[in-house]
């Protein structure tokens, strides 16, 4: 489950996250999570999780998006087995390009390099994940083809 870097305009690659990315991986789920009303930043939870992500690339993969270097954007999918296709399939979530970035087609390019990444390494289904209340992302997810889903997401927390 190897990818490529791809190249991509304002000299901006997306590639896998690696253990030097985290900090900036971080920031970016900071940015994000004052956006989504169900979570709150909380830092510590925040490298953890991503620390488990990155040291267990079976359960999943974080893609960065770097723009002269530096990251500016990431995603975060996560492998699941499905019962209904049969196989390994894909749930995204933690889209996010920096407030400064967006508006210039990388946010499209790092979701579609995700998907690249499932569809090359055989999974039929790409779920995601976005705040019902965020309109601007909803749309955006349209546009890339994602539909909504006769399923209903409930959670419980303990």
């Known amino acids: 489950m190897n990818a490529k870097p791809a190249t991509i305009a304002m000299n901006a690659t997306i590639d896998f996250a690696t253990h030097a ?9 900071c940015e994000l999570f004052t956006l989504e009303s169900d979570f709150r930043p909380e ?24 723009v002269e270097g530096k990251v500016a954007g990431m995603a975060n999918a996560l492998i699941t087995i499905s019962t209904a296709e049969g196989g390994p399939v894909l749930l995204v979530e933690d889209v996010i390009v920096k407030a400064g970035f967006r508006g210039r087609q990388l946010g499209r390019r790092l979701v579609e390099h995700v998907l690249d990444w499932a569809r090359a390494n055989g999974m039929p289904r790409v ?5 019902k209340d ?25």
């Open 43 to 66: 830092r510590d939870k925040q490298l953890r999780g991503l620390r488990l992500i990155l040291d267990n690339p079976r359960i999943g993969r974080l893609f960065v998006l770097r």
């Open 134 to 158: 965020n309109a601007p992302a909803l749309a955006f997810y349209e546009r890339l083809g994602f539909a909504p889903s006769a399923m209903k997401v409930l959670r419980k927390t303990s």
């Open 21 to 29: 990315d985290l900090e900036a991986m971080a920031d970016l789920l």
């Open 127 to 131: 779920t995601l994940l976005a705040d």
